[in-house]
């Protein structure tokens, strides 16, 4: 009989062909075929289990095949939460049944409009881009200074995109309707000149509207019913608003000084006050309160209070108004232009006045007072309404509270947005939710009044992965990042988030890394590592759920090295060039270059990532209940166990030196070999120690494996090759079949070898 030594070494010395071997048995490879073709239709536990060819296979890759009747037990490890150190399958002892858990995605994430990390990311979206349009408000207006400085004639405004925009903006001119010639004719006009193009095209018209406003106004004094009042009140409020609009061109014609024939003098196109109030209008039309628009209100305000000589001069400004409101902090609804009046007017001599009197539930009203210099009828008491020392406090007042009504209503955004977000399942809810909506519109820059619900319904729709889909028509990324915030499938319904691991999986990786790094530690040293571990898996866990590419997470030195801690592997003899040439590799191609690899568990890596061959996001592989990485690990289990069982057929000990070698990686304590019954077996035969050996106390059983057996070696593949050497050696003396060569091997430790009946007698007494 071929001696143990000899029969492992025969089936080590090339083991990927020995396992090569045995996936191509007919039975074998039926088997792992009928697994692969049939695990991804399943979709919930209680098919795996109905279908026994399916779960069977499963349960003897995972050493569990003795457990395969019991069904009700293993439904309940499927079905555990594995993010729940609380949940069954964490609970069982044997951490076998956890690992089977993690095979699967039984308990993987929900569907959902936005995952948390998705939500997360449309915040500090929508954030930058309220900033930045603050920021782009300052851009912009720079720009268009600089710009005016250089262009030639009016046709160099109107041509350029971004000085274009920037003059109808400020003057409140939607660009979509309009018209060129009639805006290059008021910017080429002298409105003095009654026969500029303005005065012979608008001037008419607002003769008109003025008649006919002077009409309306004579027929509402004479009117006597009430409903004859409310008719010309309407017709008076249209020629009114007909009126500004037609102002809005004059005043356009006046901030610039273009000729006639729209060539721009040899001065300029504009004076510096008439640059400055563009600005201002520019400006005054943002939805938002940018840095930009807080200096230029500021300056507003610093020139404008200097002219005011009684307090209805500020009530009648709205700019004024609402800059010492804001500074004040005197926002609210119940603050309206009588009170701000009466503050402005109170005699601060005397105790009974309007600011003395509130000033003492509302200081504010007081601190107002205090900053004008108004007598009780509304005139400037002495000099002007403030001192510079006032103006200059006044503005730094505003320039700390110009945004606080900004920052709140963003605040009471976000929050809506969060408790919303959740409850949306399909696309028509979204669109119907119009907080929900014009958030996440404006945060990746799309106006929500310049969008049909048409067209965000159909980019929301589209399929990112299919080039051709509707929203890569549209040629804006605006739209693509909107499309790939949210999780709706083309049926318009939510649809499992697109990560580069499934939430299974990362939290699989994640309790991995944990174990290997605290292998073989005592105590205090266990407590250090588990903290350290705990911040690397939450950078991973949380990363991994953003990460886009391949080459984010090969990049990514933290992400990786986690990843193949969690496999066994050291990272530091792994290189960047090697996993970028796995992380391209095809897995369905046998000749690609990680299926190349004599270790298969580069294939197992790359499975559990949904990546495509170009390294990028794909939902081809999120589905299933596994991951293909976790079927190859499958297969790849099936065929060690099969080799591992018919080795033992005719030899014992070959088995149980493979399942030793097998299990050296995993084993995390002296305890883990004392639990498992071969591969205490290993230990007992590996030392000769007597069948009573077991009967001691398992604390004792832990200090003699930890005393003969220095468990850190069980970290290096060649000290754990030694071990087994030993063990084959020591089994063939048991069993009386040692070889003389095989003998050899314990020269240099024979004094190790065996534990003596008295011995274990004494510590058993102790």
């Known amino acids: 009989m071929v001696s143990t030594y000899l029969s492992y070494d025969l089936v080590t010395r090339d083991l990927s062909a020995s396992l090569k071997r045995v996936s191509n048995q007919s039975t074998v490879s039926r088997e792992a075929e009928y697994y692969k073709e049939n695990i991804g239709k399943v979709t919930s536990v209680d098919e795996f289990l109905d279908d026994y060819r399916l779960y ?38 044997d951490d076998r049944y956890r690992d089977f858990a993690t095979a699967f995605n039984f308990s993987s994430a929900e569907k959902t409009a936005q995952s948390s990390t998705q939500v997360d990311a449309m915040v500090d979206l929508y954030t930058e881009t309220m900033v930045s349009q603050g920021d782009n408000v300052t851009t912009e207006t720079n720009y268009f200074n600089a710009m005016m400085d250089e262009v030639g004639g009016v046709d160099d405004v109107l041509n350029n995109n971004r000085l274009r925009d920037y003059l109808l903006t400020s003057y409140g001119i939607d660009e979509r309707y309009y018209s060129r010639s009639l805006i290059r004719g008021v910017l080429s006009s002298d409105t003095s000149d009654s026969s500029s193009y303005i005065n012979q095209t608008l001037g008419p018209q607002r003769d008109d509207l003025n008649a006919k406003l002077s009409d309306a106004n004579t027929r509402l004094d004479a009117a006597t019913t009430d409903n004859e009042k409310k008719a010309i009140k309407a017709e008076i409020t249209g020629y009114d608003a007909s009126l500004a609009t037609i102002q809005k061109y004059y005043d356009m014609a006046d901030a610039f000084q273009f000729n006639a024939d729209g060539s721009a003098p040899s001065t300029g196109a504009q004076t510096a006050d008439q640059k400055a109030t563009v600005n201002s209008l520019y400006v005054s039309q943002q939805e938002r309160v940018s840095t930009a628009t807080a200096l230029a209100d500021a300056t507003y305000f610093e020139q404008k209070i200097a002219t005011v000589d009684n307090v209805s001069d500020i009530i009648a400004d709205t700019r004024l108004y609402k800059f010492i409101k804001t500074a004040y902090g005197l926002t609210g609804a119940t603050v309206v232009s009588s009170t701000i009046e009466q503050i402005l007017t109170s005699d601060l001599n005397d105790p009974t006045s309007y600011a003395n009197t509130f000033g003492k539930t509302r200081p504010e009203y007081l601190k107002l007072a205090q900053a004008f210099n108004f007598n009780t009828d509304g005139t400037v008491a002495v000099g002007s309404a403030q001192t510079a020392a006032q103006t200059e406090a006044t503005k730094n007042l505003y320039y700390n509270t110009y945004d606080d009504v900004q920052d709140k209503a963003d605040e009471k955004a976000i929050s809506l947005y969060k408790a919303a977000i959740s409850e949306i399942d399909t696309v028509d809810e979204f669109l119907a939710k119009s907080d929900v909506y014009s958030f996440a519109l404006k945060a990746v820059g799309i106006d929500p009044d310049e969008v049909s619900k048409f067209t965000i319904s159909q980019v929301l729709k589209s399929d990112l992965e299919d080039k051709k889909s509707y929203v890569y028509g549209l040629k804006d990324e605006r739209y693509l990042t909107l499309a790939k915030a949210f999780n709706f499938g083309k049926d318009g319904n939510v649809t499992v988030p697109l990560t580069a691991q499934s939430q299974g999986t990362i939290t699989s990786i994640a309790s991995d890394y944990t174990v290997m790094k605290t292998r073989f530690l005592d105590k205090d040293a266990t407590t250090k590592a588990k903290e350290d571990a705990k911040a690397e898996v939450s950078y991973y866990s949380e990363k991994m759920l953003s990460i886009q590419t391949a080459s984010e997470f090969i990049n990514d030195d933290r992400l990786t090295n986690v990843v193949l801690t969690a496999y066994g592997i050291d990272p530091g003899t792994v290189d960047k060039n090697f996993l970028k040439q796995v992380f391209s590799s095809d897995l369905g191609d046998p000749n690609s270059f990680v299926n190349k690899q004599e270790n298969s568990v580069w294939a197992e890596i790359l499975g559990t990532f949904n990546f495509d061959a170009r390294g990028n996001l794909t939902d081809d592989f999120n589905n299933g209940t596994q991951s293909r990485g976790k079927i190859i690990e499958t297969q790849n289990k099936y065929t060690r166990q099969t080799l591992e069982e018919e080795q033992g057929e005719t030899n014992n000990g070959v088995r149980l030196a493979l399942y030793f070698e097998r299990m050296a990686p995993t084993m995390t304590s002296a305890y883990d070999m004392l639990s498992d019954s071969a591969l205490l077996e290993f ?44 063990f084959t050696v020591m089994y063939d003396l048991q069993n009386g079949e040692a070889s003389s060569s095989a003998l050899s091997i314990l020269t240099s430790t024979s004094s190790s070898i065996g534990i003596s009946a008295d011995l274990l007698t004494s510590l058993a007494q102790k």
């Open 56 to 93: 069977s296979y499963a349960m003897k890759a995972h050493g569990l095949e003795d457990m395969t009747y019991a069904k009700a037990f293993m439904r309940k490890v499927l079905e555990s939460d594995l993010s729940d150190d609380n949940s069954f399958a964490n609970l069982v002892a």
């Open 683 to 726: 230990f007992r035969v590996s030392f000769q120690l007597p069948d009573s050996f077991s009967n001691l106390d398992v604390d004792k059983q832990a200090e003699l494996v930890k005393k003969y057996m220095n468990l850190e070696d069980l970290k290096d593949p060649d000290k754990v090759g030694k071990m087994v050497d030993k």
